[in-house]
């Protein structure tokens, strides 16, 4: 393939090949063990997301993109976390929801007191019940009552073998998910001295889009392949030798 004519397309059609293939296997797949549940959970999710990256990208929204890219890999370092000890991390996934629920209604109507009218008139009771199921479960999540893991996502990436990548990768995308002055350039233009908002479509076709999004896909998909026994090996390495060939092989455009 001719590198200088690659586009994101050639990316992600790596991907939906095949998300697609997995997703026919899934459709007649019966066990409903809790962490198999979770797993086709987190490829789903994350096919989801690919699907609504690719469509960011096409129209010219690059930059919207990279959020999305730091949230699959959040999914693919979960999912590395349950692969380690399926039932026991799938048990700290289901009993989250104690926390979450508990935690939701707290904040709510700690803000909001008139709001516990709205939950019904055995809001007391149920709260206590809550309670008692966050009481039980909560030692679990003392390190980050904020995620089913009870990991902070450095500690998560230390588990998991993702450090560096967490480091150096996740650390560059979260630019983009926040207000920070180095995105400055993706989104005002100076004229002279006028500034100048720039919210338009980029013409530029930003392949580490295609190749990060479609990287985390492919992972995730070879999880989920490895766990189910779906017989696609052979398309997934592929790919992904289709995938690291194009990414050796690319030079990026100077930059003006």
């Not at 459709?27 to 690719?54: A, C, N, P, W």
């Amino acid at each position: 393939m001719d590198m200088s004519k690659i586009g994101n397309e050639d990316l992600f059609k790596l991907g939906f090949d095949l998300g697609k293939a997995i997703t026919a296997k899934l459709l007649s797949y019966e066990d409903r063990d809790g962490d198999k549940i979770i797993q086709i959970f987190f490829f789903s999710k994350s096919f989801k997301t690919f699907q609504v990256i690719s469509i960011l990208s096409k129209n010219g929204y690059p930059e919207d993109c990279m959020p999305l890219i730091r949230t699959m890999f959040e999914i693919k370092m979960q999912y590395a976390y349950l692969l380690q000890n399926p039932k026991a991390q799938a048990k700290l996934f289901w009993d989250y929801s104690s926390v979450f629920a508990f935690q939701t209604i707290k904040k709510v109507t700690k803000h909001d007191p008139a709001a516990k009218a709205k939950f019904g008139e055995d809001i007391d009771g149920r709260i206590q019940e809550l309670q008692k199921r966050y009481d039980d479960v909560i030692g679990s999540y003392k390190s980050n009552k904020a995620s089913w893991t009870g990991l902070k996502l450095s500690c998560l990436a230390k588990k998991v073998g993702m450090e560096r990548e967490y480091d150096v990768v996740y650390f560059a995308l979260s630019n983009y998910a926040h207000t920070a002055q180095s995105m400055l350039d993706h989104y005002i233009t100076q004229d002279g001295s006028v500034t100048k908002p720039n919210w338009s479509p980029s013409k530029n076709d930003d392949l580490m889009v295609g190749f990060t999004a479609t990287g985390y896909l492919l992972k995730i998909c070879e999880f989920l392949n490895s766990t189910f026994g779906l017989g696609l090996e052979g398309l997934i390495s592929e790919n992904l030798m289709k995938l690291n060939k194009l990414e050796d092989s690319y030079e990026p455009p100077p930059s003006d």
